[in-house]
């Protein structure tokens, strides 16, 4: 299971969706576009935003944590159709250790921040500028 979550981790981070975020981030540095605006690139509807420290800005994308995790167990039951057969149990604790991975994932080779929240949603972020 260690190897198919990192596959899969591998394939949701190639997404439309963080595509979408390296793209909106690249609009907003070009734009020079301020806090509270907000951009759409590819149906994906974003806000750009101060950063936690408040030194530059990043674009912030907020998504269902259910269409996250539909778009994760797709990935599993395309490296492996077993996943289908998977009981809630394995299926819990399969997308909690996919969370683990894909965080540190995206952050490392897409310069996208990801945490869970805020409610029933994921939020990711990229940094536009400092």
């Given at each position: 299971?260690?190897?198919l979550?990192?596959?899969?981790?591998?394939?949701?981070?190639?997404?439309?969706?963080?595509?979408?975020?390296?793209?909106?981030?690249?609009?907003a540095?070009?734009?020079?576009?301020?806090?509270?605006?907000?951009i759409?690139?590819?149906?994906?509807k974003?806000?750009?935003?101060?950063?936690?420290?408040?030194?530059?800005?990043?674009?912030?994308?907020?998504?269902?944590?259910?269409?996250?995790?539909?778009?994760?167990?797709?990935?599993?039951?395309?490296?492996?159709?077993?996943?289908?057969?998977?009981?809630?149990?394995?299926?819990?604790v399969?997308l909690?250790?996919?969370?683990?991975?894909?965080?540190?994932?995206?952050?490392?080779?897409?310069?996208?921040?990801?945490r869970?929240?805020?409610?029933?949603?994921?939020?990711?972020?990229?940094?536009?500028?400092?």
């Amino acid at each position: 299971m260690l190897d198919l979550r990192g596959r899969a981790v591998q394939l949701a981070a190639r997404e439309e969706i963080f595509q979408a975020i390296a793209q909106g981030a690249l609009k907003a540095r070009a734009g020079r576009l301020a806090p509270e605006s907000s951009i759409e690139v590819g149906g994906f509807k974003m806000m750009v935003v101060e950063d936690e420290n408040g030194e530059g800005c990043a674009v912030q994308l907020i998504e269902s944590q259910k269409r996250m995790e539909d778009l994760a167990l797709e990935k599993a039951l395309s490296l492996d159709e077993g996943a289908e057969a998977w009981s809630e149990h394995d299926r819990r604790v399969w997308l909690e250790g996919f969370w683990r991975e894909l965080g540190p994932y995206l952050q490392r080779w897409k310069q996208i921040r990801m945490r869970l929240g805020p409610g029933e949603n994921s939020t990711f972020e990229m940094q536009v500028s400092r």
